[in-house]
């Protein structure tokens, strides 16, 4: 057994950052998806369709310029045209086969997610060829948000004009930092003058809604450079800010230092210190106009600024992954393609299966799911739960609710159960008092 399965992950995060995924993204967690569960997931493909329930579409565009040392995410940095292209033909070959399976045919997507790796790596040509394919697999017009991810250093107005036609929505910048010096040490490609750049552009463009992101703690962050960060944010005004306190997963260039140097706690901010700093840049952007509305994000005009991928997708919605090494979640089943790209493109030209791993959920682990994520809006509605699963909020989770109220952490008010501020801020390390018996300290990924 590996060195790294004998450290548990940093649930409690009292104080120094320690190796491991903290922040909850899913659930039952990644580490009991297998293998033996796949079949269920080409069981389910063969069913009826559920007919207008929700359906999301992610694809994953795993190419970088350069790989950020905080990155544990499936992405490759070497590979040339020819490459890129044989991947591109193998995701819509992909595709096709969900579409033409009698669970998908005929339904279209209500949200779509270009995430990566760095979608913005591909040229204005290989987007709109890809986009155009995937139209005519699956008609995108009832969509109500189709977001792109970018690097702010592979944006220009040509590319830009680009995603503005294929449809995006929701554009999201990761800017992380606007110190050139902190982006560098953390390995980030772009610079802070790229940033203004394309967020000019963008909103020149129209984009309708324009997303930054930011981490709280990363190599080398101070608190003047933090509060510089803010204010920059601010001066910019973007619709979204989604902010990030850093962790560091395991396969991850910052563990593989620590594990060569033979150190537990990660050189970056500890828990108490991201917190803060969350805190604090949450107050600023409240001052100036926003709306906090989850654990990370903060939006100018909540009624007109959605996130619909995270809202549907955390209210129980099926969403079809395409591309290496991404997640889905079909018909109650969780899955994930194969992790490497050459494996997955063969898969797909020898018409086999592209799917790595799956999990077969319960009706209580579905619940659960739901119940988990939405906490991490700030705000649950116990109604909701009631009248969807059949569960009594108050009945199941009286002694664990008791408990957030007496540590002042929980407010209950008319129909909303609702967490304070401070505990909005480390309510993944919360959490895990709803995880089951069998899912309790385990690793995510």
């Not at 940095?77 to 009698?102: H, M």
């Not at 339904?107 to 790596?121: A, E, L, N, Q």
């Not at 664990?400 to 993944?428: C, H, M, N, P, Y």
Request: proline fraction near 4%.
């Amino acid at each position: 057994m590996s060195k790294e399965a004998f450290i548990k992950p940093d649930n409690k995060t009292k104080d120094k950052t320690r190796v491991g995924n903290y922040f909850i993204s899913n659930y039952p967690p990644f580490s009991f998806w297998n293998e033996k569960d796949v079949p269920c997931l080409q069981s389910v493909m063969q069913s009826p369709s559920p007919g207008d329930a929700p359906l999301g579409l992610y694809y994953h565009v795993p190419f970088c310029r350069k790989r950020c040392h905080f990155c544990y995410f499936r992405v490759y940095t070497d590979k040339n045209s020819k490459e890129v292209g044989r991947y591109l033909s193998a995701t819509l070959r992909e595709f096709q086969s969900y579409a033409d399976s009698p669970y998908i045919a005929g339904r279209k997507p209500k949200f779509i997610y270009f995430g990566g790796g760095t979608p913005s790596y591909l040229s204005a040509k290989q987007l709109i060829e890809l986009t155009d394919g995937m139209k005519k697999i699956m008609p995108w017009d009832e969509a109500e948000e189709v977001t792109f991810e970018c690097e702010p250093g592979t944006l220009s107005r040509k590319k830009l004009e680009a995603i503005k036609s294929i449809g995006v929505t929701r554009l999201s910048l990761g800017v992380e930092n606007f110190s050139d010096h902190i982006l560098d040490t953390n390995g980030r490609a772009h610079r802070s003058k790229e940033v203004f750049l394309s967020y000019g552009i963008a909103k020149e463009l129209g984009f309708e809604n324009v997303n930054v992101d930011l981490i709280a703690g990363m190599l080398e962050e101070t608190d003047e450079n933090w509060t510089d960060c803010i204010e920059r944010t601010i001066d910019l005004s973007p619709d979204c800010v989604t902010i990030y306190q850093m962790e560091v997963p395991f396969n991850t260039t910052i563990f593989k230092n620590m594990k060569e140097q033979g150190k537990l706690t990660a050189p970056v901010a500890d828990w108490p210190t991201k917190r803060r700093w969350v805190a604090e840049a949450y107050q600023r952007l409240e001052e100036a106009g926003y709306t906090i509305t989850s654990t990370c994000t903060a939006v100018k005009n909540p009624d007109s600024t959605k996130f619909v991928y995270r809202d549907r997708l955390w209210a129980g919605a099926d969403m079809v992954s395409l591309g290496v090494a991404s997640f889905g979640h079909l018909g109650g089943i969780h899955y994930q393609n194969l992790t490497h790209i050459d494996q997955y493109c063969t898969a797909i030209e020898k018409g086999e299966s592209t799917v790595r791993r799956a999990l077969m959920t319960t009706d209580e682990e579905r619940f659960l799911r739901e119940l988990i994520l939405q906490w991490k809006l700030g705000r649950v509605r116990p109604n909701y739960f009631k009248e969807k699963f059949g569960v009594d909020l108050s009945d199941r989770y009286g002694e664990i609710l008791k408990q957030w109220k007496e540590e002042g952490d929980l407010v209950e008010s008319g129909e909303e159960l609702s967490l304070t501020r401070e505990a909005l801020l480390r309510v993944d390390s919360m959490l895990h008092q709803l995880f089951l018996p069998q899912h309790q300290d385990a690793r995510y990924v």
